[in-house]
């Protein structure tokens, strides 16, 4: 997948479901049209990348949080095997590997004070990530610095309202990540 397909797809479906194993079934069976997969691991990814592609859906593992694979070239070849769209990670390495691989990349930041804003700049420069994702994306302030860029901005974490959706989507976000499902129907 091209990162101009990623944008298609989320121009039609801005919502993205961020899934763990206990929301994974609804997330297949949701409108969504990309799924960030919270919870995998070595035994499991495979099967999961196969039913969301037979459900019509793009699906990204987040590296730092999948278990027995390798956080590292190998871990990424893995997954480019198994089929794959994309990757999350916080870490600059996996991200520039990753992209080396041919994977869809997003870049996850916390925005936790000013000078975390400044230091995304910094990282963003270092990997060049295909998407960045900013944590938590109830924040429209630092939406509204970063989607000026070139680089699509998707807003997640404590999303939990249509309100917040709509505010990070006015502010600029491409697209919004939750982990609630019942946003996921908007």
């Not at 198994?82 to 991200?95: E, P, R, Y």
């Not at 998707?154 to 982990?179: C, R, Y």
Request: proline share 4%; hydrophobic share 45%.
């Amino acid at each position: 997948m091209r990162a101009s397909e990623l944008i298609n797809r989320l121009e039609d479906c801005p919502i993205i479901a961020a899934v763990r194993e206990s929301t994974w079934k609804t997330a297949l069976q949701s409108p969504a049209e990309v799924l960030f997969c919270l919870e995998t691991d070595l035994l499991t990814v495979a099967q999961k990348v196969t039913q969301a592609h037979d459900a019509g859906k793009a699906i990204f593992v987040h590296m730092d949080l999948a278990e027995g694979i390798g956080r590292d070239k190998t871990g990424l070849q893995y997954l480019a095997n198994c089929g794959v769209d994309g990757i999350l990670s916080t870490k600059a390495q996996i991200i520039r590997s990753a992209k080396d691989l041919g994977l869809l990349t997003i870049q996850r930041f916390f925005a936790l004070d000013s000078q975390g804003l400044d230091s995304i700049h910094e990282m963003l420069k270092n990997t060049n990530p295909h998407f960045m994702e900013i944590m938590p994306g109830v924040l429209p302030k630092a939406i509204r610095r970063f989607s000026s860029g070139s680089i699509p901005v998707i807003a997640g974490g404590l999303i939990e309202t249509k309100a917040e959706i709509t505010a990070a989507l006015s502010s600029g976000a491409t697209a919004i990540s939750t982990g609630s499902p019942h946003l996921w129907e908007l």
